[in-house]
């Protein structure tokens, strides 16, 4: 008799927090700068897109943030999220490994990010918010977001990269199905757009004029605010739910993990995992690696620069000390849109510099290799994001094989890939490209970086 | 505080058998027939097709039948599937009705599919057999038995219908990734189809010459097998594990239904759930309605008749009485693909003639309609089939608004609608017809049924 594969917590377990790593840590990051003063924002530079207790909650130094209940009521919908045991996946590579995964594809967009939609959605509607503006790549942030809209009356207003607006139309109609509208970017709708029309009438976009679009229409509407996906403070609190749950989930059956996987982009789904592990490890009551997961073609973490630089391509944002590939770098056209990013989240990249966790970059063949595998065993379908997570978390399983270690190995599988078969259709057809970033391409990458 | 959104149970908690309802019902379904002799078929009549394992359960007439190990090993990885209170649906329509719906979609094929596909290829590989074929429209049948198959180390080869092969490709690269083989239908790989191809070299395939195809290859190696994902007794005796694990579900929330709905095509989504509810009805410890919806342009139990007819097109299968619509006939192309079958399954078309349930028919525009307002509430795309219970359930939570009537409403979301995108975009751009079947239409379908 196995022990079960899905361990649960019931709605009242939910944590009712979520956790700010920051005061835990030894020394706090360092400040976001203006622009123009390069000095530290305050709360005005940022009132103009952002809802004050949202703004709070990206400087605050409160270790616990509490959960509201008119989001405690969304959360849950999917909430507490199931975490599995991956016993048909650990007998298939025959490892004495114990791997477990923490499953946030149950929610409604499918991946993680209504953990931080919904409460986005809810502060500004509080704060008398009518409308929110956002941009989204392959479509997950926008599809959360658009849901989370609905669940508190807001119009939700999203700026798709042209490129994927066209060859996804699944995710076009999702955002639509809940409620929210979508434009394809470059758009007529903004100064922004038209410029780049202008000079580029078939400019398949990119996140960088989308964000610009957003902010655009967001900055000179008053009832209009922008929502953020990743990178911020505030979206890595929110995400910690996921961890907080998956400590309460390993304590049920009496498991401690030894390594800690997760794959990051900008990375809150990363951060939402690991933040709370790593303060049990910070008071000394478990010791896990905390491995971070990129992809070759946009190793922020591993062969990017820690340094003061944009949030956005065309430079609109504050400055943010992060390890960073310059903001004008536009990384290979890989399958996990939502790992393409030129910089990680600034306080993972302090947690980085601090030594408390470590990084490694997985091409994507690799990757989809473990997707199929775990699809295979396990009957869900990963999203390619998280088949990073995956491939490593398989490569440390078969470590264990060598050494018989039986090490406890924890991951995210933050979101399925229905909307990602045709990349799959594509590796099983043996039509996939490998990508990874040459030292040279990194060095022309991090040239352009605003000197601060 | 409201009570959870979420009614879970653990795995120790699963349902050890699944529930014939033929030893309970107060006369026996009549026989299906030998199409040459006229007379009941005999084991050896079905044994060059199906293992005698399923063979035995489809003439069984105990009450339970014990769920192998191997097979609660796979369940396991998504089963007990939940049953959800939908709080914000109700708040949303205004209703007193308390609705609850359980959901497959968390299955590896995202349908209660996989619940017979499991056994199906369980059984199959412990009698020796290598290769299983079937046919599938859609493609939800034929993921979950390509996953199911990948389970046991049985190769799985599926012919899908053409012209769902050339619209719905993620669903071929979802087969392709859980290891299946998939052929489009008509193909030159068999006699039925190589003949079908030579007079109409473009023919869009039907899921009548899919079923020949399968039948071919499985009928002439001895290492190869046929399955069906419907209509037969012992696909809806597997898919009773939905309806065991509701009744479990109910009882911890203190709840009894009074109104049971569920959407129909070969019946298994339905009978699975309702089975278990007309034992404890007949055995008087409760007595809900139990209501089928189906289409209104596939209306077999509200308007075809109840007559011996073949189950696929060609005439190739037994003769199974069955409420019908002649099986020649073709349904018009509504986007609900598992609710376009000519007839109803045997079991069913019994119980509703015993006059135990009742049904009702639907247009898809009001279903979709209803899809879309759960989407928003409830934060679960549901797949075209299952609009069809919604939008029932949703009259009846509207009617006892009306009424202050505080009925317990019981549903069956089978399956979610992530592959189905493109339905939901033609719906929200307006671009959907309505079919309905004019009696004209039933008079001609029905008026070629086999003389019995």
Request: proline share 9%; with cysteine; charged share 20%.
């Amino acid at each position: 008799m196995t022990s079960d594969s899905k361990i649960l917590l019931s709605e009242s377990e939910m944590p009712r927090n979520w956790y700010n790593l920051v005061p835990d840590l030894p020394s706090p990051p360092p400040p976001v700068l203006h622009p123009g003063t390069l000095q530290p924002v305050g709360p005005d530079d940022l009132a103009p897109l952002f809802p004050m207790a949202l703004i709070e909650q990206e400087v605050t130094t409160e270790r616990y943030v509490p959960i509201p209940e008119e989001v405690l009521d969304v959360y849950r919908l999917w909430r507490p999220s199931p975490l599995y045991r991956a016993h048909r996946l650990e007998k298939a590579l025959g490892t004495p490994a114990k791997i477990y995964y923490k499953y946030e594809g149950v929610s409604p967009a499918g991946s993680h990010k209504p953990n931080t939609a919904v409460p986005q959605a809810f502060y500004n509607a509080a704060a008398g918010i009518r409308r929110l503006t956002t941009e989204t790549g392959a479509g997950q942030w926008g599809t959360a977001l658009a849901f989370a809209g609905a669940q508190y009356g807001l119009d939700v207003e999203i700026w798709q990269v042209r490129a994927s607006y066209d060859q996804k139309p699944y995710r076009k109609i999702m955002i639509e199905t809940f409620g929210g509208t979508i434009h394809p970017s470059p758009s007529n709708l903004t100064d922004a757009g038209r410029k780049i029309l202008a000079e580029h009438p078939d400019s398949p976009g990119s996140l960088g004029i989308a964000i610009s679009e957003a902010v655009e229409v967001a900055a000179q509407h008053a009832d209009t605010n922008y929502a953020l996906g990743s990178v911020l403070n505030h979206v890595l609190l929110h995400q910690t739910i996921i961890g907080e749950e998956a400590l309460l989930q390993l304590a049920k059956v009496g498991a401690t993990p030894d390594v800690i996987v997760g794959c990051t982009g900008g990375g809150s789904n990363f951060g939402g995992l690991a933040f709370p592990f790593l303060r049990e490890k910070l008071a000394g009551t478990m010791n896990p690696t905390i491995r971070a997961v990129e992809p070759a073609s946009c190793p922020s973490l591993t062969k990017g620069v820690y340094a003061y630089d944009f949030g956005d391509t065309a430079g609109m944002t504050p400055l943010m000390k992060m390890h960073t590939l310059g903001h004008d770098f536009i990384p290979d056209p890989i399958h996990a849109g939502g790992l393409r990013y030129h910089g990680m989240s600034p306080l993972i990249s302090h947690v980085y510099e601090l030594g408390l966790m470590e990084a490694v970059a997985k091409t994507q063949k690799e990757c989809f290799e473990a997707g199929v595998t775990f699809a295979r065993t396990e009957g869900i379908i990963p999203a390619p994001e998280p088949t990073h997570a995956l491939a490593a978390c398989i490569e440390e399983a078969l470590r264990c094989k060598e050494t018989g270690e039986e090490k406890v190995i924890l991951t995210a599988l933050c979101g399925h890939g229905h909307l990602d078969l045709p990349a799959y259709g594509r590796f099983l057809a043996g039509d996939m490209e490998d990508h990874a970033l040459s030292e040279e391409a990194v060095a022309t990458a991090i040239a352009g970086l605003p000197r601060v």
